[in-house]
């Protein structure tokens, strides 16, 4: 897997691009329809990001998708900086801060294994979704710690293995239904249709295999990587960090109607991780 792959793939599929109709070069509405739907199903982030002090912090964020996050930390006070993988991203989140006119320091397109700041500029990096699409993560929090002051501080969000989602729905519900449809032959079209091509392609086995199966149950069955975190996992990934305080939300693991149970804190998708340079 290599990182030009990653960035085709995400410059193609921007970031929750589908599931608000697309962008239609109107960006005003795109963003309202957007934000709308990003926080209605994901209310937990603003209250998650209202518990952190961003206020007269320089602050960059890593992977941007449509500069949602981007605003609200503005709006909480960060001196904000952004880097995203992809151009489209970048163009984006750049007219969505001109159209709101929200001051910033820098925004460029870059990779996080060789981020284009010096050192020592941050107090806080913060990456919501993105550092577990990354292969090389360790190369990626080495230059995180590097950008970051002594003391500094890494928010990130990733994708929980101990989750309904990774244990329940992607490792057997989808598993076992891909089995049955590839078996019976049957293709009742949408993402089944991708999925099932992913598998006479790659080999039915190899692709039901959960360290491949997990890639293509996370953003969509093209998506080329993605990886679940546990705490031991996070601290073997993330070696130039200390884990401060940790906590999950989202009940999130479709096609389970679970997204009201009471259950998020225990089993949710999105693993909130807060951690200081060593």
Not at 33 to 58: G, P, Q, T, V, W
Not at 66 to 93: C, F, K, M
Not at 221 to 234: E, G, I, Q, R, W
Not at 263 to 277: D, E
Request: aromatic share 10%; hydrophobic share 40%; net charge positive.
């Amino acid at each position: 897997m290599t990182e030009e792959e990653i960035r085709q793939f995400w410059n193609a599929h921007p970031c929750g691009d589908h599931q608000v109709s697309g962008l239609n070069n109107d960006y005003e509405k795109f963003f309202q329809r957007y934000d709308a739907f990003r926080y209605r199903k994901e209310a937990h982030i603003l209250d998650c990001l209202d518990k952190i002090d961003f206020r007269n912090k320089r602050v960059l964020e890593i992977g941007l998708g449509q500069g949602a996050d981007s605003e609200q930390l503005i709006r909480r006070g960060a001196i904000w900086s952004g880097v995203d993988l992809t151009q489209e991203s970048v163009d984006r989140v750049t007219q969505r801060l001109k159209l709101r006119n929200l001051p910033h320091e820098e925004l460029v397109r870059g990779s996080a294994l060789s981020l284009p700041f010096s050192d020592g500029r941050f107090d806080i990096v913060f990456s919501h979704g993105v550092l577990h699409h990354i292969p090389e993560v360790r190369q990626a929090q080495k230059e995180i710690a590097r950008v970051l002051k002594p003391g500094g501080d890494l928010i990130a969000m990733l994708y929980a293995r101990r989750s309904l989602n990774y244990w329940l729905a992607i490792g057997l519900i989808r598993r076992a239904g891909l089995l049955m449809l590839y078996a019976l032959g049957i293709n009742p079209g949408g993402v089944y249709d991708q999925h099932l091509k992913n598998a006479h392609t790659r080999g039915l086995w190899r692709y039901l295999k959960i360290r491949n199966f997990v890639h293509h149950n996370t953003d969509g069955p093209l998506n080329p990587y993605s990886k679940v975190y546990d705490l031991p996992t996070v601290r073997a990934d993330f070696p130039d960090f200390t884990i401060m305080q940790w906590h999950q939300e989202f009940m999130h693991a479709p096609p389970l109607p679970v997204s009201r149970l009471p259950l998020a804190r225990a089993l949710g998708w999105h693993l909130w991780v807060h951690m200081k340079r060593k």
